[in-house]
């Protein structure tokens, strides 16, 4: 039935089988080790306090006999001082040994020792008042009777100390036998263990690193003379290799389907444009003119005066459209010099003073240094802030507060790049708008023409950068420009953006 089971579900069965055989022996020993460990701490914690409390019993009783003899001897009253002292000794001892007892077995016995111990101290003191009225005859009688009671005392207490010793060495059996268990199912584990990491070892020899080994060997060019320390590191060397070159591939491919089709896209917009531009410009600027020659030439009413404000705005807005378009189809080629992106933002800045102003927006730059000279077109760049900046300025009807950060840092594509983000905090940009925002055409203002946000993101691209947008609505939003330090990226999509746009 084996041979039915895939390769994969081979290893991972041995695998799996290993892992609980692991587990479970861990498990078992924690168990055990859990179970002895209680075990010790009830013998630690209770039979040998209560050991070391029989032994003192029959201490203190061996003490007060010696002292009683002692003052039978010589008649000394000290006798019987320390005397008094062991019977508080012997009681404090019965005391704790009860309070150590946890079956009724051994509470018996402390209590027989109790009782007895009673009668015994009353005969012992009459003993010694018959020694003290010189009755020496008659307390050495009774003191011989009474010697048995003391015996019984002392044999209760062995009895009670013996109790004890069985519960100490009951438990020391019991650990004795279950560190037995576990040696024995450690064993068979280990051995279980040895066997399934053998079978493991044998498939992943034959059926795994025999046929990476292989695959190394002709991924190397078939050389068998060669001596491979590491047959998955050099297969995966090499199939990192290939990934490498299938991704560089296929962002070229989409690079390139993606600008062929802006491309075709500007070759229709720019015919479109050509014929607005001569079709509605020179009229457009003719009408423009006349307007301006009545305005001054007629003396007009305030209604008058407000019409004419509002043809000129709406002429202007036309103006601005045809001027989008014609940007937009027919973009001015790049001038590139060495410049640092700090003077394109200072530009901007000055550039919006008043606009800034007006809408009670204030601007600030955080920047710890100039950022440093890069290939670039300051006024391209510049435009693309400008751009940036007017969008938050609209966005902030209330007011509010843009900020461009400035901050050198490293790029895995590119290396070395510059950053310039523009924040704001205006009301944030919809998740279903961002999806569309750098889109020709796509636009949420109602006299927008949609190509503002693309012609920045095609000017970002030519200088081999990209422009990224993040937004939390109702927080405001932060566009990221990035733009590579190093030129080669740079002139590579810029030659192959001026070539689709021709």
């Keep these: 039935m084996w041979k039915y089971f895939g390769l994969r579900s081979r290893i991972l069965t041995m695998l799996f089988l290993l892992v609980c055989i692991t587990v479970g022996g861990a498990l078992v020993s924690i168990w055990h080790t859990h179970v002895m460990e209680g075990v010790l701490n009830d013998v630690v914690d209770s039979e040998l306090p209560a050991l070391n409390a029989a032994q003192e019993l029959i201490n203190a009783l061996i003490m007060q006999k010696g002292y ?6 010589d008649g000394n009253p000290v006798w019987l001082d320390q005397l008094k002292k062991f019977e508080d000794v012997f009681h404090d001892w019965l005391k704790r040994a009860r309070r150590l007892s946890d079956n009724e077995a051994e509470k018996e016995i402390l209590n027989e020792i109790d009782s ?10 009459r003993v010694i008042e018959l020694y003290k009225s010189g009755n020496r005859e008659a307390g050495a009688d009774l003191h011989q009777k009474i010697r048995q009671e003391f015996f019984g005392i002392i044999e209760l207490c062995e009895k009670n100390k013996q109790a004890h010793q069985e519960s100490i060495a009951t438990a020391t059996e019991l650990n004795r036998k279950r560190v037995e268990s576990v040696y024995r199912l450690a064993l068979f584990a280990l051995l279980t263990a040895v066997a399934l990491g053998l079978v493991l070892a044998f498939t992943l020899t034959r059926q795994v690193l025999g046929p990476i080994r292989e695959l190394a060997i002709r991924a190397e060019g078939n050389d068998a003379t060669r001596r491979m320390s590491d047959e998955v590191k050099t297969l995966s060397q090499r199939f990192e290799s290939l990934m490498k070159d299938v991704e560089q591939t296929r962002s070229k491919l ?6 062929l089709l802006q491309a075709e896209k500007w070759a229709v917009l720019g015919k479109l444009a050509a014929g607005v531009a001569h079709s509605v410009r020179n009229p457009l600027t003719s009408v423009k003119m006349r307007l301006f020659s009545l305005e001054r030439n007629l003396n007009l009413t305030d209604d008058q005066k407000e019409d004419f404000e509002v043809i000129s705005d709406a002429m202007r807005q036309i103006d601005s459209i045809v001027t989008n378009f014609l940007e937009f189809s027919r973009p001015p080629k790049l001038k590139m010099r060495v410049s640092s992106p700090s003077d394109a933002v200072d530009m901007a800045v000055q550039l919006l003073v008043h606009r800034l102003e007006s809408y009670n927006v204030v601007a600030k730059v955080e920047r710890e240094g100039r950022l440093p000279e890069i290939p670039m077109d300051p006024d391209q760049l510049k435009e693309v802030l400008v751009n940036l900046m007017v969008n938050a300025i609209e966005a902030m009807t209330e007011g509010g507060h843009i900020t461009i950060q400035e901050q050198k840092s490293h790029s895995e594509e590119v290396g070395e790049v510059v950053i310039i983000r523009v924040i704001d905090d205006g ?8 999806e569309r925002l750098f889109q020709p055409f796509f636009s949420t203002k109602d006299q927008g023409t949609g190509l503002g946000l693309s012609i920045a993101t095609r000017i970002v691209e030519e200088h081999g950068g990209w422009l990224d947008v993040e937004s939390v609505v109702g927080k405001g939003s932060t566009f990221i420009i990035t733009l590579p330090v190093q030129e080669d990226t740079k002139w590579e999509q810029s030659s192959l953006s001026t070539m689709t746009h021709n």
Excluded: K, M, N, T
Excluded at 116 to 125: L, P, S
Excluded at 254 to 259: A, L, V
Excluded at 427 to 434: A, C, D, F, Q, Y
């Design 427 to 434: 009301p944030g940009i919809p998740e279903s708008v961002l």
């Design 254 to 259: 989409e690079w390139s389907r993606e600008h």
């Design 68 to 73: 009683v003899s002692y003052f039978f001897q």
């Design 116 to 125: 007895r111990y009673i009668r015994y101290g009353a005969e012992r003191d």
